[in-house]
């Protein structure tokens, strides 16, 4: 189940917790967050091309790529077993910003965006079928727990793909991290 908890930067008690998705949708909006779900326009096999991942969502991906000025999309997956997988998960946890919006639509799977925005955190939980946009310049942090996996459709400005601004801030520390999804277990 998708999740919202909110904090004072201060404190990792929550303020609030939402589970609907309208909810979580009108209190990221607040912050200038974008959160969407999303069908597919016909299924999706498992192990499906790259090209057939991005055409299952290709009438949303379009319309975001027509809003924003995306120039780039790409599916990028990960499971459990997968070698690197504790340095691609140290890569992220870090507080850090980028120059371009960070968009992602998880197709399968789950991974933890955590916000840090006027004060406050927002700790979100995306699963299957959602999609975050996370603004330009906003400091946050990802998580996809010690047994990842997700596979995600990332939608980019910059032809480079993910360049990240670290700042070198502990809070990501002094906050809760993202539990292995159940559908890791399925995934190994």
């Known amino acids: 189940m998708s999740r919202l908890r909110i904090y004072d930067d201060n404190n990792n008690k929550p303020l609030s917790i939402h589970t609907d998705h309208a909810d979580i949708a009108a209190e990221l909006k607040k912050v200038g967050v974008r959160f969407e779900q999303w069908e597919a326009n016909k299924p999706i096999v498992p192990g499906a091309s790259q090209e057939?991942?991005?055409?299952?969502?290709?009438?949303?991906i379009d319309r975001l790529m027509n809003e924003?000025?995306?120039t780039?999309?790409?599916?990028?997956s990960l499971k459990p077993d997968h070698p690197d997988r504790a340095a691609f998960r140290?890569?992220?946890l870090n507080e850090h910003s980028h120059s371009e919006d960070e968009v992602r639509f998880f197709v399968a799977g789950a991974g933890q965006f955590t916000l840090h925005i006027n004060g406050k955190v927002y700790e979100v939980l995306c699963e299957k079928g959602d999609l975050i946009g996370v603004p330009d310049n906003t400091t946050h942090w990802f998580d996809?727990?010690?047994?990842p996996y997700f596979v995600a459709i990332r939608l980019f400005t910059n032809v480079e793909g993910w360049v990240a601004n670290?700042?070198?801030s502990d809070i990501a520390e002094q906050f809760p991290r993202m539990d292995p999804h159940p559908s890791a277990a399925q995934a190994s």
């Open 52 to 60: 057939e991942v991005i055409a299952a969502y290709r009438a949303d």
């Open 90 to 92: 140290q890569k992220f």
């Open 144 to 147: 996809m727990s010690e047994s």
């Open 72 to 76: 780039t999309v790409d599916v990028i």
């Open 68 to 70: 924003n000025g995306y």
């Open 166 to 168: 670290f700042t070198g």
